[in-house]
């Protein structure tokens, strides 16, 4: 199968604490992508980044990449009760950029 | 204003039965995208028209049939349908559909199939 793989599956935390998931990919890709679900509700964009990129931010989201590992991590900083979701990554492949490939999902819990 | 659109949310029907799910997106994008999630949040895309052209066909039963009247349109078509077909099934638009851009997703229809 071609899907991503997230760790941890399942997150609880208290409020406040940050929050690590992270997602490995199988292919060479052209850029990778974070994405939330709330439950019950379609997905959000997070954040996108590219290939030749590292590291990138977005208000509390930070978003590493590793393509030699052929893995990403999104840290969510300063956690809120708000954030609860499954977090999901998706990748497009370098030689098939018409597809995004999701990953299986991390479900975070945040307690307040 | 929402992006993505789709109708019905909820949809139970028989075995056997067809039905359509329609998708519309108010974002002027060229690209949109038909996804399934199945109980276990797996997401898998199935299809993707591209200014009404099929672009990504994936394996998928061919008793489902997209159609896209116009860029801003996409339908979902199941004929016969089976209990492996309940599922969520997502819309989804992007501006250009190559290069991996983002998408933007509808609210999803809970398909449930007895």
């Known amino acids: 199968s071609q899907q991503g793989e997230e760790d941890p599956q399942a997150l609880s935390i208290q409020e406040g604490e940050n929050a690590t998931m992270n997602c490995s990919y199988k292919?060479?890709?052209?850029?990778l992508q974070w994405y939330r679900q709330n439950s019950g509700r379609g997905l959000v964009h997070l954040i996108l980044?590219?290939?030749?990129?590292r590291e990138k931010h977005s208000g509390r989201l930070r978003v590493t990449l590793d393509t030699s590992k052929k893995s990403s991590s999104l840290l969510i900083t300063a956690s809120r009760a708000a954030d609860t979701a499954s977090y999901f990554c998706?990748?497009?492949?370098?030689?098939?950029?018409?597809?995004?490939?999701f990953g299986t999902g991390t479900r975070l819990q945040v307690f307040p | 204003d929402t992006a993505v659109s789709q109708t019905p949310k909820y949809l139970v029907t028989q075995m056997g039965n067809d039905k359509s799910i329609k998708c519309e997106q108010n974002?002027?994008?060229?690209?949109m995208y038909w996804y399934k999630q199945d109980s276990k949040k797996f997401l898998k895309i199935m299809f993707s028209?591209?200014?009404?052209?099929?672009?990504i066909n994936e394996t998928v039963p061919n008793r489902f049939s997209p159609k896209s009247p116009d860029k801003a349109h996409l339908n979902l078509h199941i004929n016969s349908l089976e209990l492996g077909d309940s599922a969520v099934y997502f819309c989804?638009?992007?501006?250009f559909g190559t290069g991996g851009d983002e998408q933007y997703f509808g609210p999803g229809t809970r398909l449930t199939v007895t």
């Open positions: 989804a638009s992007s501006q």
């Open positions: 292919t060479s890709i052209n850029n």
């Open positions: 980044i590219r290939s030749n990129e």
């Open positions: 998706a990748t497009a492949d370098s030689y098939n950029t018409d597809k995004l490939i």
């Open positions: 974002l002027g994008h060229d690209t």
């Open positions: 028209y591209n200014n009404k052209e099929l672009i």
